[in-house]
């Protein structure tokens, strides 16, 4: 026990020391953990790391939505929300069918619903290691509002999407009439549940006699809840934690003071350090252990790399074909009903189809996959899933995050 402390001690200090680094060479630190933590695990006497899915769901993805939701304007959402309703929700759907019909055409013993599953699974773009990206260069304000609503969004639907694919899998069936309603409770619902939840937090700040210290743990408590009361209800625990965290930003001039709105927010940027830094290199030394299934399957390294750099590739074709799509139709659209920005050009569709880095959620999800099916049988796939899941993370966060500043800085355009 003192051994496994001492390790993960470790862990949070090299956390500080990469992310010291990745800033002086201004290169996203997500890419470093990565690439750190698969180096790590090569170490011999490394311990081996299992990570637990619901540790990744529960743990981790409340509180990084929760504070991605309060940096969020509101006014931008509303303003951008055709796009950003489009990328988030068809979008998704569009990738994960692409994705499943590459997989069940190209990859052997892949069904129609596994290729789903891993459509599901890999769709959503990270919204961590993008803005991590954006930070070492200046892009126009609207193209990041657009980036920021997307990623708040885009979870909620491929988590819909890989729940739907996992009862088709697990049952042979797909009964599309009870997804259909199935579809809207978790939207609406989880919608609805964190709007209450976060009202009520809102009134608690208000009459119960709170100071700075509650303040900030309620506010640490709040995501947790809304979370976990919509996911009891099968509703959408991201769609909840989303809606309640954008509820009590906007309002938060009203029921938090000046100091703890200040004392709250320097809390919460040192949680969330913690907590991304602690992600991306949990994906990298996670690598043995699925390296390790994938050898139970019978399926070689090399073939299960080309199967990667297959859906890594049908990933980033997809989503830029659909951002020049999207000024096509905003200019044709422009003339019969009024859009936030008419010429929204060739530059800013570039950036926003290079911006699909994959991590969290992904890796998530993937191993959320239960190792054996109700019967007793093992999961098809599921090791060939999980390695072709972290072979997309490792590319695209390799590709397009070092690309990327190099691409925005050659097409930079004047802020707005």
């Not at 961590?128 to 509002?145: D, E, G, T």
């Not at 009964?175 to 809207?184: I, N, R, S, T």
């Not at 890796?363 to 190792?371: F, G, T, W, Y």
């Amino acid at each position: 026990m003192i051994e496994q402390f001492s390790f993960y001690l470790g862990m949070v200090v090299l956390i500080v020391l990469v992310i010291m680094l990745a800033n002086r060479i201004k290169v996203a630190y997500p890419i470093l953990l990565v690439l750190v933590g698969l180096g790590i695990c090569f170490i011999p006497g490394t311990p081996k790391i299992k990570i637990d899915p619901e540790l990744i769901f529960i743990f981790f993805l409340p509180p990084l939505l929760y504070e991605a939701s309060w940096n969020v304007s509101w006014k931008d959402m509303w303003r951008w929300r055709r796009i950003i309703s489009s990328f988030a929700f068809p979008v998704v759907f569009l990738t994960a069918f692409s994705v499943a019909l590459v997989a069940n055409y190209f990859i052997p013993g892949f069904s129609l619903a596994l290729g789903f599953l891993l459509g599901g699974i890999v769709s959503p773009p990270d919204a961590v290691s993008a803005s991590a990206i954006l930070r070492f260069v200046k892009i126009p304000k609207h193209l990041a509002a657009i980036l920021e609503g997307e990623s708040l969004l885009n979870d909620a639907s491929s988590l819909i999407i890989f729940r739907f694919a996992m009862i088709a899998v697990a049952t042979g069936q797909f009964l599309w009439y009870d997804a259909v309603g199935d579809f809207f409770w978790m939207i609406i619902a989880g919608t609805g549940i964190g709007l209450l939840v976060g009202y009520i937090f809102m009134k608690a700040h208000k009459l119960l006699p709170t100071d700075v210290n509650m303040d900030i743990i309620l506010t640490l408590v709040a995501p947790y809840i809304m979370y976990i009361a919509a996911e009891e209800a099968q509703a959408s625990g991201v769609l909840a934690v989303v809606s309640g965290g954008l509820f009590l930003s906007y309002y938060r001039h009203r029921f938090l003071s000046g100091a703890s709105r200040l004392r709250a927010e320097n809390v919460w940027q040192s949680l969330v350090f913690l907590l991304n830094g602690l992600v991306f290199l949990l994906i990298g030394l996670d690598l043995p252990q699925i390296i390790d299934g994938l050898h139970q399957e019978g399926t070689s390294f090399g073939e299960a790399s080309r199967y990667a750099i297959l859906i890594t590739g049908v990933l980033i074709f997809g989503r830029m074909l659909v951002a020049y799509s999207t000024v096509v139709f905003t200019s044709v659209a422009g003339r019969f009903i009024p859009v936030a920005e008419k010429s929204p050009g060739w530059k800013a569709p570039l950036v926003m189809g290079w911006t699909g880095m994959r991590g969290v959620v992904s890796l998530a999800a993937a191993l959320s996959i239960p190792v054996t099916m109700s019967d007793g049988s093992e999961f098809p796939q599921r090791n060939l899933i999980l390695f072709i899941t972290f072979g997309v993370i490792l590319l695209t966060l390799v590709i397009q995050g070092l690309t990327l500043p190099v691409l925005i800085r050659k097409n930079e355009t004047p802020t707005v």
